[in-house]
């Protein structure tokens, strides 16, 4: 059973986006505790939140803050305190410490690790087995075939990003406010629009308090590859994206993904040009067939990676 | 009894930071840490220096601390068990699954917790006490109350690096950040298995500093108008040292593997009469005598990180 999951940070996109292409949804914003509406400061809205995605018969995680300081570990624990009843599928960590800390509150739920909890090994997805991971989020700089190796070795789930911009660095500051020493008067709009950050040909897109590759990562030419090796979870990143890049890659990815599933053809010229349209600077391959993230490698040498 | 630490970027450097008085040298091993290979020493090198440390009385510590990829941590434990055998106690490792492996085999070993796990609070530090770790290495960004938050509640060894950044938030690094190896990214295997990632100081290449360069941002609503640089530089501090002292720090570290020999040795003579005015005088010592030298080593500390800067930027760019 593949599943397709993303990110919704609020209420407010988890009201007005088309999520009907994801099987599940991380609810809240791992990069900023700030974000207007994060499901992650307000029970009430978690509450509302979780009602909302299993109406919808979508499996629903938590998504916490990804480098919380001790002062946030208060407020952190009381929202996991306050959750006890909220049938949560599982609650995604990016941060060591609130490993322990979920743990410790909540036993009785499935720990995800996001992608800045650094997984680069197999010895280390068995460590943190035994710290109630069932799913983890490889490190980007990981190879598919490293990736495979995790999940083969450690007896782990693992997601596998396969469209969207690649987070490669977070902050525990406001990018505006560290910069123009003001507080954005619409974090929610500036944020959502982002800032591009280039210098000669390299580009960054920065959502606040992290900034992510200027490329989409897209592996829809490869899909088949991954269903070969019985990957069945699968994620979009959707953070600082609008509704109409939320629901488009979303259903290309679901019906590719069916398709791929069943030996059809998976890869529609059009679909690769509509990714193309939505990307900004282009497409990349991140560093799944062992190059730097922002070269788009094609299928031919994709294929010569020993896994594929 | 808190120890002097200093960097031995090259064999050379390593020799001249313990006659300055450091207690305790840090190298690199080729390949395994989170600097490029021309500050890292070779194995033959590092066997030398642990036999010139052990007659004066003084310890090596070894870094191992790049994110290994899943087939080299048998790699990883055959290098410590090697090192160990030469006299080597203590390890610099960033992998948690590294690190509970080493504590199981090689039980007396220190495992110093790398600053590249980008720790942010004191649960933290509390999973790597759990995962067999002897001495967390805090980041910059976590000062003199966070310190004494864990000394309180948390019976492990903390270190501390001698440099710091001027404010807690902005990027986690390191720890948290690909933006070098996104852009520039090279793989090549050696002789022995080990898997170089050059412009991925997580995976033992080098960080090529991208943050670095002036970078602009659209739309500029805000009217930044002028370049940006991503991440603050650190900067050498003293003057708080004895609250430091007091507070049961264990190792003080000099940073500076990818410095010259000579302004490292400068440092290190510097630290070195610092805290040994702070111990004799039982913290009471007037610091502020020592200013205008270190002001003149953060000059050369800045100019020679410019120069590195521009080096490890051209190298992204070709």
Redesign the interface.
């Known amino acids: 059973m593949i599943e397709l999951a993303t990110h919704v940070p609020s209420l407010k996109q988890l009201q007005e986006y088309d999520l009907s292409a994801y099987d599940a949804l991380y609810l809240g914003d791992f990069t900023c505790p700030l974000y207007p509406g994060n499901f992650t400061s307000s029970l009430p809205e978690l509450r509302e939140g979780v009602r909302r995605v299993k109406g919808m018969g979508k499996k629903c995680y938590l998504s916490l803050y990804?480098?919380?300081?001790?002062s946030?570990?208060d407020s952190i624990r009381e929202l996991l305190s306050g959750s006890q009843e909220l049938p949560l599928d599982a609650i995604e960590v990016h941060?060591?410490?609130?490993?322990?800390?979920v743990q410790e509150l909540r036993p009785d739920v499935p720990i995800h690790l996001g992608v800045?909890g650094?997984l680069?090994?197999?010895?280390?997805?068995?460590?943190?087995k035994g710290w109630g991971v069932q799913r983890v989020f490889p490190?980007?700089?990981?190879s598919l075939e490293?990736v495979l190796?995790?999940r083969d070795?450690a007896a782990i789930q693992v997601i596998v990003p396969v469209h969207g911009k690649?987070p490669?660095?977070?902050?525990?500051?406001c990018?505006?406010t560290?910069?123009?020493k003001?507080v954005p008067t619409h974090c929610e709009e500036t944020c959502a629009?982002g800032?591009?950050?280039?210098?000669?040909d390299?580009q960054?897109k920065?959502i606040g308090r992290a900034?992510l590759?200027g490329k989409d990562l897209c592996l829809l030419e490869y899909l088949d590859l991954l269903v070969r090796q019985e990957l069945d979870a699968f994620y979009i990143h959707t953070l600082g994206e609008d509704a109409a890049y939320v629901k488009a890659v979303g259903c290309i990815y679901r019906e590719a993904l069916q398709r791929a599933a069943a030996g059809e053809q998976f890869c529609r010229p059009e679909w690769m040009e509509h990714l193309r349209s939505l990307a900004g600077p282009g497409l990349c391959n991140g560093?799944y067939f062992?190059?730097?993230?922002?070269d788009y490698v094609g299928r031919e040498l994709a294929l010569q990676c020993s896994r594929c | 009894m808190s120890k002097l630490m200093a960097p031995g970027g090259t064999l050379p450097m390593a020799y001249a930071v313990l006659e300055e008085g450091a207690d305790v040298v840090y190298v690199g091993v080729l390949g395994w840490s989170r600097r490029g290979s021309d500050v890292e020493l070779k194995d033959e090198e590092i066997k030398d220096l642990v036999s010139f440390a052990g007659m004066k009385g003084k310890e090596v510590r070894v870094v191992l601390n790049t994110?290994?990829?899943?087939?080299e941590?048998p790699l990883l434990l055959k290098k410590v068990d090697m090192y160990s055998g030469w006299g080597v106690t203590g390890f610099m490792i960033t992998?948690?699954?590294?690190m509970?492996?080493v504590r199981k085999h090689f039980p007396e070993i220190a495992i110093h917790v790398s600053v590249g796990?980008?720790?942010?609070?004191?649960?933290?530090?509390?999973?790597?006490k759990?995962?067999g770790a002897t001495y967390v290495i805090l980041p910059y960004?976590m000062w003199l109350d966070?310190v004494r938050?864990i000394k309180r509640t948390i019976d492990v060894g903390l270190e501390i690096f001698l440099f710091k950044t001027d404010?807690?938030?902005?990027?986690?690094?390191p720890?948290?950040?690909?933006?070098s190896?996104?852009?520039?990214?090279?793989?090549w295997v050696d002789g022995e298995g080990k898997d170089y990632?050059y412009?991925?100081a997580?995976?033992g290449g080098d960080c090529l500093r991208?943050c670095q360069?002036?970078?602009?941002?659209?739309?500029d609503e805000?009217?930044?108008s002028k370049k940006?640089i991503?991440k603050g530089n650190p900067r050498l501090w003293f003057l708080d040292l004895p609250d430091y002292i007091k507070a049961g720090v264990e190792y003080f570290k000099v940073p500076g593997r990818d410095r010259s020999d000579v302004l490292v040795r400068d440092i290190v003579r510097f630290y070195r009469k610092v805290v040994d005015d702070i111990l004799a005088s039982n913290g009471g010592a007037n610091l502020e005598t020592y200013v205008p030298e270190l002001q003149e080593i953060m000059k050369r500390w800045a100019s020679e990180r410019n120069r590195r800067d521009d080096r490890l930027v051209a190298r992204a760019?070709d």
């Open positions: 990804a480098i919380p300081k001790d946030d570990l941060n060591l410490g609130l490993l322990r800390v800045f650094n680069y090994t197999d010895e280390t997805a068995r460590v943190l490190n980007a700089e990981l490293e190796y995790i070795h690649i490669l660095v977070i902050s525990a500051s990018f505006v560290e910069y123009a003001i629009k800032h591009w950050l280039t210098h000669d390299w960054m920065n900034n590759s560093y062992g190059m730097s993230g922002q | 994110m290994p990829g899943s087939i941590v992998d948690p699954g590294c509970v492996q796990t980008g720790i942010t609070n004191a649960a933290e530090v509390q999973f790597y759990d995962m960004r966070d938050a404010k807690q938030d902005g990027i986690i690094c720890g948290k950040c690909t933006m190896s996104y852009f520039s990214f090279q793989r990632f412009g991925s997580n995976r991208i360069v002036g970078w602009s941002a659209e739309p805000y009217q930044l940006i991503l760019k």
